[in-house]
């Protein structure tokens, strides 16, 4: 029986909360434009997460009024950096790798290579595409009131996306370039293609 994988929602949060006090909708979208492009978040755990949080007084939350709207804000304590220290020391755990593609290349001969052409081709503008929202993200980021040590640091995590954006993109031209070059080869060895009209 396998041992569950112990959560990293709450570090995720705090992680967060260690820049700045943030709303639970707050929390959300930083998440998307910051760590969501290489962790993803079940948001269904995010408020939970907040409650365990504040229960384990790693967390606090207080309420604002703005504009005549109440808010719910969610600051670190003391306990919850010191908790994030010793999380940051740890060696990150190793993640599942589940790539679908690359399952569909491995078995690939049972399918239409048409079928495998479409999926490199799709493979190859998913990549492009990354690399232009990456770019954005890294302009975005560039905006963000921080200091240069956290720049750098937000920096390096883009550069990593960018860099796999770039080898996939790589990949996937050359794999097509290579079932082009094999298909114009199997061609060229048919004895019937060889013989021509009779």
Do not use: C
């Amino acid at each position: 029986m396998s041992t569950p994988r112990p959560a990293r929602t709450p570090w995720v949060v705090l992680g967060l909360l260690a820049h700045e006090p943030m709303t639970g909708y707050e929390i959300k979208a930083t998440i998307e434009r910051t760590v969501g492009h290489f962790w993803q978040e079940s948001y269904g755990q995010l408020y939970p997460t907040l409650a365990r949080l504040r229960a384990d007084g790693l967390a606090t939350v207080r309420d604002e009024r703005v504009g005549g709207r109440q808010r719910k804000v969610h600051a670190i304590t003391d306990a919850g950096r010191d908790a994030l220290r010793r999380w940051l020391a740890e060696p990150p755990q190793a993640s599942a790798v589940r790539n679908e593609l690359l399952l569909k290349v491995f078995f690939a001969n049972h399918g239409a290579r048409g079928d495998l052409e479409r999926h490199l081709g799709d493979a190859l503008a998913a990549a492009r595409g990354q690399r232009a929202a990456l770019e954005a993200i890294r302009a975005a980021v560039a905006q963000e009131d921080a200091g240069p040590e956290e720049h750098r640091v937000w920096d390096l995590t883009v550069d990593l996306g960018l860099r796999q954006a770039d080898a996939t993109a790589a990949w996937a031209t050359d794999a097509l370039a290579a079932l082009v070059a094999r298909a114009t080869h199997a061609a060229d060895a048919d004895p019937a293609t060889e013989r021509g009209p009779a």
